[in-house]
């Protein structure tokens, strides 16, 4: 079946400017996350939401970054006013169970550049 | 906080030969996973092998194993017979047993494994 896909592949930003990245998860899977990747550093969560049929839980949204989850597999990480730092490839992860531990399948990324 | 250690920016190996790949990481929590994930160029991170802290055991998966040193805090791969498909970004990633899954990556080492 399909895993996960992100678009656009590559997005470049002028200083300044918002962003959404887009995140197509697996069918059925009920949380996501996002994941900033920076050349040399580790990686760290951004963002996640968990859903179920009542509610949605969306976790450490802070400052200019925050996810829309406009559909049960669709997630949209918009930052807001742009700096060059935040240059890096943005992931996408999901997986099939809020608890516990369940593997996180990721999507391929779109790298950011900010000029 | 939890931090995770990759000292080995890049590493390359014969093909049919022996690497190990090193990770440390810095946690106050008893209980956790640990995972290794392959990133070919341009492609998606892949679970390559996962441990879970409670089980002494090392973790194998064919040509793949580690080596799980809880009081060290430290957790090796070692890939056999290294094959030119293993050419990839290596990441350790630490995971909370309880709380949000979100995981914490290492900056990673790049494998080549040569002809």
């Known amino acids: 079946g399909a895993g996960v896909s992100q678009s656009p592949r590559y997005k470049v930003a002028k200083r300044g400017r918002d962003v959404a990245l887009r995140c197509d998860s697996i069918s059925g899977h009920v949380t996501l996350y996002w994941y900033r990747q920076t050349l040399g550093q580790g990686s760290e969560v951004l963002t996640y939401?968990?859903?179920?049929?009542?509610?949605?839980k969306s976790g450490r949204p802070s400052g200019r970054f925050s996810a829309e989850r406009p559909e049960r597999s669709v997630s949209t990480l918009k930052i807001q006013r742009t700096e060059q730092g935040d240059s890096a490839v943005y992931l996408c992860a999901s997986s099939s169970g809020p608890v516990s531990y369940n593997e996180q399948f990721f999507g391929p990324g779109t790298r950011l550049t900010v000029l | 906080a939890q931090t995770v250690t990759q000292s080995q920016p890049e590493m390359s190996v014969q093909e049919a030969e022996t690497v190990t790949l090193s990770c440390t990481y810095d946690?106050?929590?008893?209980?956790?996973?640990l995972f290794w994930y392959k990133q070919p160029p341009s492609r998606q991170m892949i679970l390559v092998i996962r441990q879970e802290a409670y089980k002494q055991q090392n973790a194998t998966e064919n040509r793949f194993s580690v080596n799980f040193q809880k009081a060290a805090k430290s957790f090796s791969l070692k890939i056999s017979d290294s094959q030119l498909g293993d050419t990839a970004m290596y990441f350790c990633?630490?995971?909370?047993?309880?709380?949000?899954?979100?995981?914490?990556f290492g900056a990673g080492t790049r494998l080549t494994v040569k002809p």
């Open positions: 946690t106050s929590e008893n209980n956790y996973y």
């Open positions: 990633a630490f995971m909370k047993h309880r709380g949000p899954n979100d995981m914490r």
């Open positions: 939401s968990q859903s179920d049929a009542q509610r949605d």
